[in-house]
């Protein structure tokens, strides 16, 4: 199924960008990982046996055709990867997830990441920093993770959970909304 699976990503992308000598891929398909944003509002490397394909798979896909659209699975469910928007779509439910290709020697903590800091408006109208882990329930997600999302898609949203509840955060609202109660909260991107 894996070998099907494969050819049908070749198919899907350009034949003339396939066959052009430019495009053959290069050996820097090792200097990047592809990650996707999972449920928890953390970003997961694609990684084999759990999925069809691997960040050194798919960074030669892209590297035949940036503009490509590749399908794969992951578990029972299979995917579109659109490279040209940087998200995949559950092809059952139509759910979409952001998708990032970072420099494998990166650390998320350059200047970019690391000057930026998140922070929420609580119950008591003080502003409270994403801190991942916490001591007043757990969170899946730091400024940092927030950031790393925000560069991807400044227009976008993200999920995450806190302590038993799941909120999205809405970056052209600048809010956060709790997906259980739909309590919004304001929300603010500080430059340090």
Known sequence: MVFVAKAFDLLLCSSQTLA??????TNSSSQHIWEFMGDEGIWTEFQKPG???DSVEIERLYQLNPQCQVSFTARRFSYSL???????????????????????????????????CWQFMDMDDQWNDYMKGGSRGYCSVSSQDIEAQYQQDSTGTMRFR?????????FSDMTQTNLSTNTKRSVRRLQQ
Not at 87 to 96: C, D, E, I
Not at 162 to 170: I, K, Q, T, V
């Open 20 to 25: 052009s000598p430019s495009a053959n891929p």
């Open 51 to 53: 999925c069809s394909l």
């Open 82 to 116: 659109y490279f040209s928007g940087m998200y995949q779509v559950n092809n059952k439910y139509g759910t979409k997830r952001a998708v990032r290709r970072i420099a494998s020697g990166i650390q998320q903590t350059n200047s970019t990441l690391s000057q930026a």
């Open 162 to 170: 806190a302590g038993r509840f799941s909120y999205e955060l809405d």
